[in-house]
């Protein structure tokens, strides 16, 4: 099998996603969860754009959690770090809130689980801005457990986003493989699709579609699950 690790975005490809009502959601709920104490919400969404931001532009010096807070802080001060547990407790209490904004497929659990026992090895390569906690609940949101996947991609565990290359090389150092082994699928075009310029297979899922510059996709193999079952078994 010349092909042994496919890697996986979850949003928008694993999970049903309008990327703009999740967002809404998202910020939404932090809001009201964090406004008691002192944050004020259009100047808590601008410090959370700039964390992500700052994610982004990682230039692997540090991990991305360190990243986040330290543009975050620029906003609200060293009070943003002592705060940290009301975040935590907005991902434990109130971020399931959040999955009405989404979607559910069974498709792609069972697509996971099929490829899993045809001896796959997987992972979650979901861009890594959100923490462990967020990042392990949308799984189950789409039906998944951290377990169906040999490695998944969290603020906590990332120096890198994508689109930047260096984001793939990481997953393959981490897992011990190269890039000509691999299948990335994803529904983004600039941040999954990109993973072919090292060499990896891709896939794309177009039914969340996400091409912010227009790029022309018709070269690329793409469909739904059934398609990616079935393009799977031919390589």
Known sequence: MKTKVILFDLDGTLLPMDQTKFVKAYLGGLAKRLAPHGYEPNTLADAIWKGMYAMITNDG???NEERFWEA??????EKAR?????????YIEDFDNVQTSCGFDAKAAETVKALKKKGFR???????????IATEKRMRWAGLDKSDFELFTTYENSRYCKPNLAYYQDILSKLNVSAEDCLMVGNDVAEDMIAKELGMKVFLMPAYLLNKDGADVSGYPQGNFDDLLAYVDGL
Not at 82 to 90: A, G, I, S, V
Not at 123 to 130: I, K, M
């Open 61 to 63: 010096a540090k991990r």
């Open 72 to 77: 975050f802080a620029l906003a609200f001060g």
């Open 82 to 90: 002592e705060d940290e547990p009301y975040f935590e407790r907005f």
């Open 122 to 132: 997987l992972a979650l390569a979901t861009n890594p801005v959100f923490p462990s």
